[in-house]
């Protein structure tokens, strides 16, 4: 019996990816089993976000050639990408892909066995015009099924190396993501989150069809689609029709996550972020007037070069007069051949500590308060794991609730009363299963 294993370092899109390629091992009659056991293949998904991405890269590969040195070390993904060479370098690694030539990787594992030579396979994306098709059945190891639907990044933020390791937009052609989402559906996922690298830029190199046309059509043509989640998008790309479309489907859910950076326009303007505080907050404005139960979490970074104890505290009360419902908090982390890397007035780590800090309990403010605010309420909570006595799954508004039911409520989606907080989570009691 052949095996093989896959370890997964990054974003939702790898995860994906990881899916994707683990099926076409499957198809060669491999058997998966855990990145901690002996295999004859091993796969290292690697991030390349920051320079700690990097390095816990280069440690799992190490990791892998350890635990066999006979197995054959597959290397792919946004560092690979960046630092093909780096990373051919490092003593057991066989075959070296970047973020494409992925679904070739059983056909280059077979090479490596025959010839026993390095296959190396780094293409120039910042040339590449067409989606790498990566198709998917079901998943593993989720009860929500990703869907990637482009590729790449027209942004180019002063602290982002990830344009550079994925290239420019690339969309998946309609047809291609309609048949993927009803393959998931029909495998029994109730809910689909939409990936990408920049996933609202989906369309941008599409003729005569956007992402709101995207919306549409899965939330019309697929059978059976309980939910539909947008993984993350910039605010320049919530339209007026996408306000309206989550506002009437019942499919589309009540939960955005649109990154903003940071609260202070002069950071933004270093960051090359294309919008002012201003215009976001206008724009939030009016999604949560049109939207009351709309949930809004976001991104942010802290001690971004040149960033001033002030503007550290505009941006800490810019976001606290927003009512986010929840942070995602990153310290800036210089990303070599970024331009944000060569700025002056880097910022002293402690000091970017002590601001995560600071964010991260404003984080759990904001979270308890938006908590607060949903009990005595009926939530549709889609039901994914065992939480000690409860089962727990995440609402369409993605918060956290526990539910008491039995392990047979996995990957059903049920209406929750919601009846008391614990720390940033909810208990509630069943009143129905959905649909039935």
């Not at 066989?94 to 990787?105: A, E, H």
């Not at 989720?142 to 180019?156: H, M, S, V, Y």
């Not at 001690?303 to 990153?330: A, C, D, R």
């Not at 309990?361 to 006595?389: C, M, N, P, W, Y």
């Amino acid at each position: 019996m052949k095996t093989v294993a896959f370890l997964t370092l990054g974003c939702k899109v790898n995860t994906y990816e990881s899916e994707a390629m683990l099926k076409l091992f499957h198809q060669d009659g491999y058997q998966e089993v855990d990145f901690k056991e002996k295999a004859d293949v091993y796969v290292i998904n690697t991030c390349t976000v920051t320079n700690t991405g990097d390095s816990k890269s280069r440690q799992m590969i190490r990791k892998a050639v350890r635990q066999n040195p006979d197995a054959i070390v597959c290397v792919v993904g946004c560092y690979s990408q960046i630092a093909s060479e780096e990373v051919a370098s490092i003593e057991g690694v066989c075959v070296v892909l970047g973020t494409q030539y992925r679904n070739r990787i059983v056909e280059f594992v077979n090479i490596y066995k025959e010839t026993h030579e390095p296959v190396i396979h780094v293409a120039d994306v910042m040339n590449l015009s067409v989606f790498e098709d990566l198709d998917i059945d079901e998943f593993t190891k989720n009860t929500r099924a990703f869907l990637k639907i482009q590729d790449g990044c027209n942004n180019f933020c002063t602290y982002c190396i990830i344009p550079y390791a994925r290239g420019r937009v690339r969309s998946r052609l309609p047809e291609s993501v309609l048949k993927q989402a009803q393959k998931l559906v029909d495998h029994g996922f109730v809910e689909i989150v939409l990936t990408g690298i920049h996933t609202a830029g989906y369309g941008l190199d599409l003729k005569d069809y956007s992402f709101y046309d995207l919306l549409v059509d899965l939330t019309t043509k697929v059978k059976g689609l309980k939910r539909l989640r947008i993984s993350s998008i910039e605010m320049s790309q919530v339209s007026h029709e996408i306000i309206d479309l989550i506002a009437t489907s019942p499919i589309v859910v009540d939960h955005l996550h649109i990154p903003i950076q940071s609260g202070c326009d002069a950071t933004l303007k270093r960051m090359n972020r294309h919008y002012t505080t201003e215009e976001f907050s206008k724009k939030l404005d009016e999604l949560k007037s049109k939207l009351p139960s709309l949930s809004v979490t976001t991104d942010v970074i802290v001690g971004f070069p040149g960033e001033t104890k002030e503007e550290f505290e505009t941006t800490y009360q810019w976001i606290q007069s927003m009512h986010f419902n929840q942070l995602h908090v990153f310290p800036y982390s210089p990303r070599q051949g970024t331009p944000a890397a060569k700025m002056k007035e880097q910022v002293d780590g402690e000091v970017k500590h002590e601001r995560v800090k600071t964010l991260m309990a404003l984080s759990t403010q904001l979270q308890s308060e938006f908590a607060d605010t949903q009990i005595g309420k009926v939530l549709e909570v889609l039901i994914e794991e065992r939480h000690g006595d409860y089962m727990a799954g995440h609402a369409s508004n993605y918060l956290k609730v526990n539910v008491p039911l039995s392990e047979s409520a996995i990957g059903h989606i049920y209406q929750v009363y919601i009846e008391a907080r614990d720390g940033v989570e909810l208990i509630g009691s069943v009143i129905s299963e959905k649909d039935k």
